[in-house]
Structures are given as C-alpha cells and as structure tokens.
C-alpha cells in the first residue's frame, strides 16, 4: 500500500508556498525548495542562511497572507525549507515530488531531468502546470518517472479551493491516478476530478468561455458591470464576487494570459471567437489597472464612505473607458430574482423576462451548455466531471449541466438551436432515446448520463458519503418548518436545520427535542445533527429575541431562553449518542449545541465561536455554564486555577472565532478526546454516523453533573481586574465591560464566598439571569438592532 509521509515542493511562490501549507495543515511533513537568492554577493555567498534567503521569504511572505493559507500558524514548523542548487538530493527521501517553477516548458523539463537523479524509484512526481501539456514536461525521462508521472493542479487559494485537477498522460500507472484521486479526497480535503491533457484542462477551460462570454454579452447589451456581478453572482448561485470583481481579484494579467493562450492552443475550438480581449480589457492592461493587486481594474475603490459606513467604489463604463459612480438597478428581472429563494425557479423567471439583464442569463447559459457539452469528450468523459470542477474551483453552486437539468435537458436544447448555438450529438441521441435529464437519484445514490456508455452510471466515490439531498425522495421521520429527520442508515438518524441561514429559532429547538424523542423511544441508535448548507448555524434567531425583548414580554423571553438551555442538556443527557458534523460558520447558540454532543466531527474549515458579546449578550443557551464546566475539569493538584478561568474567560469576552477548527482545539470550543477534524467536506455527516454507530453499543445515558468547582468572589475579583485591563488599554468599551463582568459571574458562580462545587442546573439558572439582564440594557438593543440592520456589530 502506497503511503505518503513527506512531500518535496519545488518552487517558492504563491502557488508553490500555498500547497506547501496546506500539505502542512494536512499533517504532512514537506521540505520547499526555490532557487538560490539571487544577486548574493561574493562574500556571502556560502552562508546557507543567504542562499535560502529567497524561500524563506517566500514561505514567510505566504504565511502572513490573507486569508490564512495555515489551519494554525504552528504548523509552519512541518515546512522545511532550501534552495534547488544544494538541497535537491534531499527529495531522495520524499514520498511525492510536486514542482511548481515559472512557466515555462524548456525550465520544467531542465528540473525533471535533475529530479530523476535524485529521485527514489517509485516515487510519485507531479507538476502543477495550469496550461503546459503533461506528457511534453515527461519527454527524454525514464519509463518509471513517466509511470509515476501526471499534472495535479491545485486553485489558487489551495487551502480553501477544493479543486485538485489529476491530469494523466498516456503512460501514467491507472493505480497512480486511482490513488491520487482517493488521497486527495481522504487527506486533503480535495473534490478530485479526473481531466484529460488538454489546454487549461477543465475548470478553466469552462471557467474562462463563462467569464470571456459574459464579457461579450455586457458590451453587447449595454449593461453596468456592477449590475451584470449581481446577475452572474448571487442571482446564479454564484459568488458575490460575480464575473468583473472575479476578474479584479484574479488579476488582468492573469485572466488575459490564460485567454490567449485557450485561443492560440485550441485552433479548432468553435468558441475561439470568444476568447478574445475586448477594448476595454486592453484598455486596463495598458494602464496597468490589473485589479486588486494594481489597487484598481474594472472597480475603484475610494477613500470616502457612505452614509452607512460602506466603502465606495467607481465602476468603468465599457464605452467610454471612464470611472463612474453605480447607479440603482432598475432591471424587473433582477429584482424579481431577489424575491426567489429556489435557484430552479429563478432560473425559469429569468426565461421568462425580456429585459436586457434576463437578455445576458439566457445567452450565456445557452452558450454555457452548448460550450460545455461540446467539451465532451474532449476534455472530460462525463457531464458530472465538469460540474465539479465549476463548483470546487470557481466556487459555482451548480455546474452548466446541472443548471441545464433545472431549465430541463430537451427546453435547453430548444433554446439553444433557437439561439444558434451548437449542440453536439450526444445530447440529441439523449433525447431520442427518451433521457430528460443528466442527473437521477436511485437508492441514496447519484446517477450521471455517461455519453460514451449511452447510459447512466454511478458516480465514484459515493461509497464514504452522506448526501441529504438524495434523501428526500423518501419520507421524513419527522419535519417542521425548520428542520427535516432523515434516516440515513444502519438505524441512525440525522437532523438537519432548514431555516434561513439555519438561524436556531424555536422550530429547531422543538425539532431537536423531538428527534431525540424519537431516537430514544424508536428502535434507533443514534442521532446526527448536520446539514449541507454553506455554514451549520449563524447562532440563535436575534430577531425573535429583539422582539421580546423590544415588547419587555420578560417571561416569554425567559422561556425561551429556558428551552434554549434544556434543548442543549438534551444533547448531552439523552440515552442515545448525540453527535454533530459542522462547516462553515458555527456561530453562538450552534457552538452551545455543538459543546453538549457526545462528539463533533469538524470540517477543518469550521468557524467556531461564542459571539453573542458582539452583540450585547452572553452565551445563554449553556455556553457560558458549559465553559464553567469545561474550567473545573481541567484543574488539576495544585493547578493555579486562575489562569484557566482568565484564558477561558477571554474566549468568551472577546468573542473569539476559531478560524479553523484545529484552532477550536486551543479556544476550548472542542475537546481532543470527543471531538475529531476532518479535511474532506463531503464526509463529515458519513463520519459522524460512524461515532453515532461506535458510540451505540455501549452507551449510557450520563448522569447530570453536580461537582463543577467554582471559584467565586476570588475568580471574580481576578476576572473584573483583568476587564478593567482591556478598558484602560482601550480594547473595550463601557458596556463591554458590563457584559464581561456578566460572563465573570456566571463563570465564577455568582457571588459565592469561596471556591466551592455546584451543579449544572445551578450555572444554568446564574447564566439565563444574566442574559435577561442583558436583554433590558438599551445598548444591548441598539447592538442587536444594528447586527439585524447591517450584518455588522456596533461597538457603542
């Protein structure tokens, strides 16, 4: 069995130095290597600290980047680093060789052929070229490099793109590729997707027809470039970031670079038309507005803000090459777009409208499908591996087949002949022999139309995964209208949140108690809490709170807050295991749900955290008792018990998010003997029942705690010291004072004279009148208020 234990990367710059950290983040001991430091004088020049000046920049440069390329900057202690011209017999020991140089065909071969001197046999050797053929970089090697040789292209971020494109040449061992493919998923949290050797392989290959044919579309259509993001953004289920900041943020050099060379690389390509550099494209190369990193391209950031504190930006106008402020849309399709919440249905009014926005959708979703489906099988064998490529690499919410099967396979066909678009074979004989749609859900699993087969296949690698939406042809054990429990399998259960944003509200409490209901009194071993949305929970509903609190209905509130905390005790003291699998943000009440399961399964990329100080309050559905708890446990003989409770203390006050969750760890949101991280998004809720089922047959229903040690008023006396410390440096503010002296008193027990050991339900009790006071503070509310407002906390 082939095992990979140290990784050697070739080249130091931001794609180099970025796949260094995340094979970091992923445990993996890695030794980068970059040129030696250019223009070293003579004197210096045999001082390794010198000669390794120029990568050790580079990693430290990358390191400091935003946003992270490190789950816990610690972790940089697993990336060694050297130079090519001393250190390169040091890959002998390497397990995977990955080269990432400039490039250039004539350079990347020069390092193979140095690579294979030094190389083990049998090791695996990669490049991460975006654009150069795979096979040219193996010519004049040996038959076990080319054996053990293929592309694997990461995107850019490689922490947080999925995307790992593995490219084979005609040589490479199926068992590489078929390795390469499972370990990228398992080990680096990567949606592998097989391509083939050709131009820009397939994301880009997509990615950059969708951006250049949008830019053909505006110019033609006369529309505002911020108006157009909208329609290619959020309106298509696609990043706010829509195709002209897409642009802006990739750099026009870049973007321009790659369509050139689809267009000088692919002389038969029936779109080559469209790769071409509009005017106002060239406009920004020759003035060097490139975007983000020139600090202006099609938008210009200005130094002013708004009336509501927003940054203000200009916007080219295409015609006249000159910045202008945006104005307010008045598109009837868009704004009817903002009142759909199901992307099917969106879609259908957008082939509806006639407008010039609905114009620009139809247009370049019919030359999406068309482009796409003519790619077949040049550059993939199967629809399902284009799709994925669009979501993992450009972060898209469904791929142009996947949209084609909302609008409907033969009304797309349709459309686009009507359009003049041209549709390859394959699709018609689809048709013909009475196939309506690319996707089809049977037992649990997905199905694609593989048009080599002429029939439907079972995509790989569902084997390991839990996916919900292929669950909802069956009946529900039980829903609401926030929350649906599913069956997934071998008598476990998984609840999953359905409000908006999974906003924790009184459907899902009352949800959660029920499914525990069910799990204890069915024949059923267990319970996961999890769902597929992009974030778990944004925490407790504020607007339900606001309310109540707006209306003084005092005891309401104090029932709600009451079910909040029983609702989490049921969590941990029910007589079956209860464990959840998060990702995203997993904000306030969720992170309180999350602390009482018996385990979490955390996606790496978990945002964890009590927030609820952000905006006026304390953890009130057990977070701050279950803080106290987590406090005493750790004392130890003779501990300094101070120290926990300020570091504890801390967390809550500051409102800490862990921006990984291995860095939940360190926070004490998660616990290392309960709680497990995972890199591979798609398995979290498969692993999760796997707890469920390891922690069933031997369950016990624990026993509500009764000797949590508190430290009382000399906990509080240390805590309100070390409060008053953030007001003087001017970190806090009055009323955040306020709220950490409330969080001190639950943490310490109230007013108590000494330490002394209480219960939970007593904490329970000191922590939910603490938040109801809280509640009545008129800057909670204006906090509150303005979180609901503008998304954003207030500090007042």
């Known amino acids: 069995m082939r095992r990979i234990q140290q990784v050697a990367v070739l080249g130091a710059g931001v794609m180099g130095s970025g796949i260094a950290c995340h094979l970091a983040n992923a445990g993996f001991q890695v030794i980068l290597l ?81 690579v294979e001197e030094f190389r083990s046999p049998g090791t695996l050797v990669t490049s991460n070229t975006s654009g150069i053929p795979i096979h040219l970089m193996a010519a004049g090697r040996s038959e076990d490099f080319k054996r053990h040789f293929c592309g694997t292209h990461f995107f850019n971020p490689p922490r947080y793109l999925r995307l790992l494109e593995i490219i084979p040449t005609t040589d490479t061992d199926p068992s590489v590729i078929e390795f390469l493919l499972t370990f990228g998923a398992n080990h680096l949290g990567k949606k592998t997707v097989l391509a083939k050797d050709t131009p820009a392989f397939i994301a880009n290959r997509i990615g950059v027809y969708a951006m250049a044919r949008i830019y053909q579309l505006t110019s033609e259509l006369g529309l505002p470039i911020d108006v157009v993001d909208k329609l290619t953004g ?62 202006q391209g099609f938008y210009k950031k200005l130094p002013e803000k708004d009336d509501q504190g927003r940054t203000v930006y200009h916007i080219l106008d295409l015609k006249t090459q000159t910045y202008q402020l945006p104005e307010k849309s008045q598109l009837p399709s868009l704004e009817a777009s903002k009142q759909i919440e199901d992307l099917g249905r969106r879609l259908t009014m957008f082939f509806e409208h006639n407008d010039a926005g609905a114009k620009l959708i139809q247009q370049s979703l019919l030359g ?100 919900l939406d292929y669950l909802r042809l069956q009946a529900p054990i039980y829903s609401n209208d926030e929350v649906v429990l599913h069956d997934i399998g071998d008598g ?40 597929q949305a992009q974030n778990f929970t944004v925490g407790a509903n504020l607007m339900m709170i606001a309310m109540m609190a707006y209306q003084q209905e005092w005891d309401e509130l104090n029932m709600a807050i009451n079910l909040f905390q029983q609702t989490t005790m049921r969590c941990r003291y029910s007589r079956i295991p209860v464990v959840a699998a998060t990702q995203g943000y997993v904000f306030g009440g969720g992170c309180e749900a999350i602390m009482h399961c018996d385990g979490v399964v955390a996606t790496a990329e978990s945002y964890i955290g009590l927030v609820e100080v952000g905006v006026g309050l304390i953890p009130g559905g057990g977070g701050t008792k279950e803080f106290a708890v987590r406090i005493s446990d750790s004392f130890t003989e003779g501990d300094v018990q101070v120290n926990t409770l300020i570091d504890h203390f801390k967390t809550i006050a500051t409102a800490a998010v862990a921006t990984s969750a291995y860095e939940a760890y360190d926070l004490g949101y998660l616990l290392p003997h309960k709680d497990d991280v995972i890199l591979d998004l798609d398995q979290h809720i498969f692993q999760a029942k796997a707890r469920v089922l390891a922690l069933a047959d ?73 938040f109801m006071s809280l509640c009545g503070e008129q800057k909670t509310l204006e906090r509150v208020q303005h979180m609901l407002q503008t998304g954003k906390p207030l500090r007042n």
């Open 234 to 295: 959020p309106a298509l289920g696609r990043p706010k970031t829509g195709t002209f900041r897409l642009g802006d943020l990739v750099g026009h050099d870049t973007a321009a670079h790659v369509i050139q060379g689809i267009r000088n690389n692919c002389p038969d390509d029936e779109q080559a038309g469209a790769f071409g550099i509009p005017p106002y494209l060239q406009f920004l190369l020759d003035n060097k507005f490139l975007g983000n990193k020139s600090g």
């Open 34 to 114: 970059d040129i030696v430091t250019p223009g070293i004088p003579d004197s210096l020049s045999q001082q390794m600290a010198v000669r390794n000046s120029h990568v050790n920049q580079a990693l430290a440069t990358a390191i400091k980047s935003k946003p992270a390329p490190l789950y816990k900057k610690e972790y940089a202690s697993r990336i060694q680093t050297g130079n090519l011209t001393d250190d390169l017999q040091r890959i002998k020991s390497c397990d995977w060789i990955i080269e990432v140089v400039v490039e250039r065909l004539d350079i990347k071969q020069q390092l193979f052929a140095r």
């Open 368 to 467: 999406l499908f068309a482009y796409s489906s003519n790619r077949i099988p040049e550059i993939a064998d199967a629809p399902y591996q284009i799709d994925d490529a669009l979501k993992a690499g450009f972060a898209w919410g469904e791929g142009p087949f996947e949209l084609w099967d909302m609008i409907g396979l033969e009304k797309g066909v349709n459309l686009a002949k009507l359009a003049g678009e041209v549709i390859p074979k394959w699709i018609f004989d689809m048709v013909k022999n009475g196939h309506d749609q690319f996707y089809k859900i049977q037992n649990g699993l997905r199905y694609c139309f593989h048009p080599g087969k002429g029939d439907y296949i079972e995509i790989p690698g569902q084997s390991a995964h839990v996916n």
């Open 698 to 770: 031997h369950y016990v229903q624990p026993v509500m705690r009764q000797d949590i040690t508190v430290l009382g008023r000399g906990g509080l006396a240390t805590l309100y010291a070390a409060a008053n410390e953030l007001k003087l440096g001017r970190w806090a503010s009055e009323h955040d004072i306020k709220i950490a002296r409330k969080v001190a008193w639950v943490l310490c027990g109230g007013d108590l004279t000494g330490s002394q050991q209480v219960s939970e339900q007593y904490l329970l009790d000191v922590e939910r009148e603490a």
């Open 492 to 531: 476990v259960l998984c609840l999953e949140f359905r409000s908006k944003m999974n906003a924790i509200g009184e459907g899902i409490l009352r949800g959660l108690q029920e499914s525990i209901r069910i799990a204890e009194e069915g024949e059923w071993k267990g319970l996961v809490i999890g769902n």
